[in-house]
């Protein structure tokens, strides 16, 4: 301590000392920021587009499709899954099958021979395409 006038001391000089606890708030404040980061809304949503919107065009393999329907989502709402089949029946062979819950982006739609209403898209995970019986989905997320 050094002494600036007789009888006054001068204060300790400050040190940037951090706490024992910092690298722990630090992490915490990295992941707070993460998450927020995590959650925020894509750039092409938070602002409006000045682009023209896409046109409703064919889907490469929808050879059946008899109405293009404005591109939406549906959410596979049968318990026992959907089969995703090659046409628009039950006669056509199986691609694949999905899930309880599943998502489909629906490009198309198709009314077969019986009445019956299929859609055309693929599905949200591993980008495979099909027909799938639309009574057994429902009109799913946005």
Not at 30 to 35: E, G, K
Not at 48 to 54: C, E, G, N, Q
Not at 91 to 119: I, M, S
Request: net charge positive.
């Amino acid at each position: 301590m050094r002494v600036l006038r007789p009888g006054t001391v001068a204060p300790a000089p400050v040190t940037q000392s951090r706490p024992a606890c910092y690298p722990i708030m630090r992490m915490r404040t990295m992941m707070t920021v993460a998450a927020v980061a995590a959650t925020a809304m894509p750039a092409d949503l938070a602002a409006p587009s000045t682009a023209a919107p896409r046109p409703m065009a064919k889907a490469v393999g929808s050879g059946h499709c008899d109405k293009n329907i404005a591109d939406h989502w549906r959410t596979v709402d049968d318990l026992a899954g959907v089969r995703v089949r090659t046409g628009p029946s039950a006669a056509y062979p199986e691609r694949y099958h999905l899930d309880f819950a599943g998502h489909l982006w629906v490009t198309c739609q198709v009314t077969n021979g019986k009445g019956n209403v299929w859609f055309y898209g693929k599905d949200r995970i591993h980008d495979r395409w099909g027909y799938f019986y639309g009574a057994r989905t429902t009109k799913g997320k946005s």
